[in-house]
C-alpha cells in the first residue's frame, strides 16, 4: 500500500523541518510555507518521510493510505 | 423565465416556471399558501424512496459546487448506519456571496419549501435534529419570519423532526460546510481542515448532511412530482430549474428561476463587445461578453472558457465603469474576509489584492504582472477551503479578460468615466474573533 504526504494549512506554522529533511518532495514557497507533492512516496524516500512527519513542531504533516 | 419582481401568473404546466417561488409575485407564502400551492408532502412512511428519485431526477446542489444531492444523502445515511449514530441535517441559507440574493429571496417568499424539503432530507437519513442556518440581516425580519414559519410548522403538527433556526455571522466564508458546522458547535464561523468529511463526523462529531436551501426546495418539489417532472426543464446532463440572481447594468438585482441550458444571452441581454459578464460572482469567473453571447447556462457549455454556474451569480457592468477597480475592490474584500489560518492564503490574498490595486490606479510595477499570476497558481490547492481557489480564478479571469483595460492603465488611462462602485461590496469587515462568531 503506498502513501501519500498531507499538510493540514491551519495547523501548519511555515517551520520548514519538512523541506529540509524531504526536498525532493517538499518546496518552500516564498513565504516560507511547503509545498507538498501529493503523490505516492517512493520506496527510496520512505524513511525521509517519516522522518519529516515526525519533525513537524506543529504535527501539520501526516501521511496518507492512498 | 419568470422573475420574483414581476411575477407574471403563468399556465400551470409541468414545463412553466416558476417552480419554487409563489406566482403572486413579492407577497410571502404563509403554511395555508404553501398547502394552497403545493399540497401534502408524499411518501413520508417510505423515506428511502427519497434518495432514488433524487437521483432519478439528477439534483444536484444549488449552493454553487453542483454536487449531486442523492450522493450526498447516501453518505451520510451510510455513515450513520455504519456508525450507529443519527445524522444532523442542516438547511444553508447562508448565501455569502455579496452579489448573491436568490437564497434569501426564497426564504423569505417560500420558506415553507425550503422547510419541506429539511423535513424530507432528515427523514430520509434519519435525522434527529434539524437546523436552519441563515443569515438575518440580509432581508427586514427574515428571522421573525422564518421563525414564525417554523411555528406554523409546530402548531399543526407538520414536522417529525424539530428544526432550530440558527443565525450565519455576516462573513463571507460562514456558509462554507466546516465554517457552518465549527459555528453550530459554539465556535467561530471559520473554516475547518478535512478529512473526515463531515458527512462522516460533523457537528458533534455526528453525521451531517448539509444542503443549500434551494436544493431542499427542489427535493419538496421531486418528491411531490418526480424525477421525470423535474427533468422536463433543464439539460439532459444538468436538469431542473435554478434561481439566478441578476445584475445588469440598468436596474435593480433581479432573481429569477430559469431553466439549466438557458442562452446566456436572454439571460442578461445583448452585449457589445467591450463588455464583460461576471459569472459566479466573487469566486467566479470574467467572461467577455462576446463569448457570453454564444453560452448557456450549464456547466458543460460554461466550462468552454473556464467558468462555471455555481450559485447563479450573474453580472454585467455598466460602461462606465472601470472593470479593473470594480474587480480589485472585490479582491480587497476577499482578502479581508480570510480567515487568515492558512499560510498561503494569509500571505497571498492581501499581496494579490495591492498589486490588482497598482494595477487599477495606474501605478502598476514591471513585475506586477507576473507576481499576480505567480501568487495566484501559488495560493490555488493550498488552502483548508477553497476561499484561496476562488480568489484566484477570479483574479486570472480578470487578467485574461481585461488584458487591454490593463494596457490602457500601464499608459496611464482608463476607460471608466463613472467613479460609482457597481459590484456590492459589504463595509465591515472581521477585525476580531468576535466577528465571527
Not at chain 2, 57 to 85: E, I, Q, Y
Not at chain 2, 378 to 388: D, M, Q, S
Request: proline letters at 8%; charged letters at 20%.
Amino acid at each position: 500500500m503506498s502513501e501519500k504526504l498531507l499538510v493540514n494549512p491551519i495547523e501548519c506554522a511555515g517551520h520548514g523541518a519538512c523541506a529540509e529533511l524531504l526536498p525532493e518532495m517538499i518546496a518552500m514557497d516564498e513565504w516560507g510555507y511547503p509545498i507538498v507533492d501529493g503523490r505516492p512516496i517512493p520506496p527510496a524516500l520512505e524513511r525521509d518521510a517519516r522522518a519529516a512527519v515526525s519533525a513537524c513542531p506543529t504535527l501539520a504533516l501526516r501521511l496518507l493510505r492512498s | 423565465m419568470t422573475t420574483a419582481t414581476h411575477g407574471a401568473p403563468a399556465e400551470d404546466t409541468a414545463t412553466s416556471l416558476p417552480r419554487l417561488l409563489p406566482r403572486s409575485g413579492q407577497h410571502p407564502e404563509d403554511w395555508h399558501a404553501h398547502m394552497a400551492r403545493h399540497g401534502r408532502l408524499p411518501y413520508r412512511d417510505r423515506p428511502g424512496d427519497l434518495i432514488l428519485d433524487l437521483s432519478a431526477a439528477g439534483l444536484t446542489g444549488r449552493g454553487g459546487a453542483a454536487f449531486p444531492a442523492h450522493r450526498k444523502l447516501s453518505a451520510v445515511l451510510d455513515a450513520a448506519d455504519k456508525r450507529r449514530r443519527p445524522p444532523v441535517v442542516i438547511a444553508n441559507g447562508a448565501e455569502s456571496e455579496p452579489a448573491s440574493d436568490k437564497d434569501a429571496t426564497l426564504l423569505w417568499l417560500a420558506p415553507h419549501l425550503v422547510l419541506d424539503g429539511l423535513q424530507l432530507a432528515a427523514e430520509a437519513v434519519g435525522a434527529e435534529a434539524a437546523i436552519l442556518y441563515t443569515h438575518t440581516d440580509r432581508r427586514n425580519d427574515v428571522g421573525r419570519r422564518l421563525g414564525q414559519a417554523i411555528a406554523e410548522r409546530v402548531a399543526v403538527g407538520a414536522d417529525r423532526v424539530p428544526v432550530q433556526l440558527a443565525e450565519a455571522p455576516p462573513r463571507f466564508l460562514s456558509g462554507q460546510e466546516t465554517a457552518l458546522v465549527s459555528h453550530l458547535a459554539g465556535g467561530p464561523a471559520i473554516p475547518t481542515f478535512m478529512p473526515p468529511r463531515i458527512t462522516e463526523r460533523g457537528l458533534a462529531g455526528a453525521p451531517t448532511l448539509v444542503q443549500n436551501a434551494e436544493t431542499l426546495a427542489h427535493m419538496a418539489l421531486i418528491a411531490r412530482h418526480g424525477p421525470r417532472w423535474f427533468r422536463q426543464v433543464g439539460t439532459t446532463a444538468e436538469p431542473g430549474s435554478m434561481l439566478c440572481t441578476i445584475r445588469r447594468a440598468d436596474g435593480t438585482p433581479r432573481v429569477a428561476e430559469v431553466p439549466l441550458g438557458m442562452p446566456l444571452r436572454s439571460l442578461i441581454g445583448d452585449l457589445g463587445p467591450d463588455r464583460a459578464v461576471l459569472i459566479g460572482g466573487y469566486h467566479g469567473t470574467w467572461v467577455p461578453a462576446a463569448d457570453a453571447m454564444r453560452l448557456t447556462l450549464d456547466n458543460a457549455s460554461l466550462a468552454a472558457v473556464g467558468a462555471r454556474v455555481g450559485a447563479g451569480i450573474l453580472i454585467t457592468p455598466p460602461p462606465d465603469r472601470c472593470a479593473l477597480t470594480e474587480t480589485a475592490a472585490a479582491v480587497r474584500y476577499l482578502a479581508l474576509e480570510s480567515a487568515g489560518q492558512c499560510g498561503p492564503c494569509l500571505n497571498g490574498l492581501p499581496r494579490i489584492a495591492a498589486a490588482l490595486t497598482e494595477i487599477a490606479v495606474g501605478r502598476q510595477r514591471r513585475q506586477t504582472q507576473a507576481d499576480l499570476e505567480r501568487w495566484a497558481g501559488l495560493v490555488t490547492g493550498r488552502g483548508a477551503c477553497h476561499h484561496p481557489d476562488g480568489t484566484a480564478r477570479f483574479v486570472r479571469s480578470a487578467l485574461i479578460t481585461f488584458a487591454a483595460e490593463i494596457e490602457l492603465h500601464r499608459r496611464g488611462r482608463c476607460s471608466g468615466t463613472s467613479r460609482k462602485a457597481f459590484l456590492p461590496i459589504p463595509r465591515d469587515s472581521a477585525r476580531t474573533e468576535e466577528d465571527w462568531m
